[in-house]
């Protein structure tokens, strides 16, 4: 069964750099397009970013675009988030997701149960 | 970036109630509407995608319509596990946006 395995979170100082990463299993992770989506403490889902199935793609939202990098290593079957210069507001849960449809982006059918991001000083 | 508007925020309802939750885009998106349903502590889970489409193995008392920028998600007859918070998502073009969630609760 399709299981995605996210870790690396925890609390880190403002401005400084953390790794998510997600680790993919029952599915060939290598035909999929991947996300990652972030909810805030008592706020609602956040969209993050997303990756190609291959790596060429990638998309980001206004809120993390420049600090975080997205990124995949399709022989290791994981997905990355490369978060930089981390502020208060990146404070949340996040969910890695694959997308249900190999061919086009539509919609988010697995996903994992997250990974706390504390960001304080 | 093309904005996502639910209302009601929160809704109270009694078992068996017809409940009706609305989405609106900020311009038109086609069919490229999502639904996902949001328990606390769990990850959410894909109910609804291309505005009407069932996702395999939700239940069928869930229904989706609309298109262009006016969404709804209608449950037919509320269930004690539908308590959750429901959430639009737009997949017409990036950045994914979501609405700000209805939050379903059991009267």
């Known amino acids: 069964q399709v299981q995605l395995v996210e870790s690396g979170g925890g609390v880190v100082q403002p401005g400084r750099p953390l790794r998510l990463s997600c680790a993919a299993s029952?599915?060939?992770?290598?035909?999929?397009?991947m996300h990652w989506v972030r909810q805030a403490p008592g706020k609602g889902l956040e969209w993050v970013a997303v990756i190609s199935y291959e790596g060429s793609a990638k998309h980001y939202a206004d809120s993390v675009k420049g600090r975080f990098t997205i990124s995949r290593d399709n022989s290791k079957n994981t997905l990355y988030l490369q978060m930089n210069s981390l502020r208060a507001e990146d404070t949340a849960v996040y969910y890695c997701?694959?997308?249900?449809?190999?061919?086009?982006?539509?919609?988010?059918?697995?996903w994992g149960q997250g990974t706390l991001v504390t960001v304080s000083s | 970036d093309i904005q996502m508007t639910q209302s009601p925020s929160s809704v109270s309802a009694s078992l068996g109630d017809r409940v009706t939750i609305t989405c609106r885009a900020s311009q038109g998106i086609s069919s490229s509407l999502v639904w996902y349903q949001k328990e606390p502590g769990k990850a959410p889970k894909l109910l609804i995608f291309?505005?009407?489409t069932l996702q395999s193995g939700v239940p069928l008392r869930f229904s989706g319509s609309g298109s262009g920028t006016d969404f709804t998600l209608t449950i037919s007859s509320l269930q004690p596990e539908d308590s959750a918070t429901y959430y639009c998502q737009q997949a017409n073009s990036f950045p994914w946006t979501f609405g700000q969630g209805t939050k379903v609760e059991i009267k």
């Open positions: 029952g599915f060939t992770f290598s035909s999929y397009g």
């Open positions: 291309a505005a009407s």
């Open positions: 997701a694959k997308e249900a449809n190999p061919r086009i982006s539509a919609a988010l059918d697995y």
